[in-house]
Nanobody, 115 residues
Framework: QVQFVESGGGLVQPGGSLRLSCTIS????????LGWYRQAPGNQRELVAR???????VYVDSVKGRFTISRDSAKNTMYLQMNSLQPEDTAVYYC?????????WGQGTQVTVSL
């Protein structure tokens, strides 16, 4: 059983930055591709960024140029650096595979962007 544990969320003002972490049980190297998702109240969960073991990254248009996804194999951790945050980025952020495994969803980490 794989566990994803998200952390690093919080309350930040518009224009601010946060760095999210996703710690994965076992070796991250097992996974060719991993992703960050977010779910805002009343919305479906959406995949916003994904990264492959070869360093390739893909972003949804709404975060392109502001968010950076990365992974550290030595720490079995994936990161999401979020800059220039806007109120519309407010959501619970999760990590999983781009083809998510239902039983692997963690608790997520809340990001709130507000004055």
């Amino acid at each position: 059983q794989v566990q994803f544990v998200e952390s690093g969320g919080g309350l930040v003002q518009p224009g601010g930055s946060l760095r999210l972490s996703c710690t994965i049980s076992g070796s991250i190297s097992r996974f060719y591709e991993l992703g960050w998702y977010r779910q805002a109240p009343g919305n479906q969960r959406e995949l916003v960024a994904r990264c492959r073991s070869d360093g390739t990254t893909v972003y949804v248009d709404s975060v392109k140029g502001r968010f950076t996804i990365s992974r550290d194999s030595a720490k079995n951790t994936m990161y999401l650096q979020m800059n220039s945050l806007q109120p519309e980025d407010t959501a619970v952020y999760y990590c999983n595979l781009p083809a998510p495994v239902r039983s692997w969803w963690g608790q997520g980490t809340q990001v709130t962007v507000s004055l």
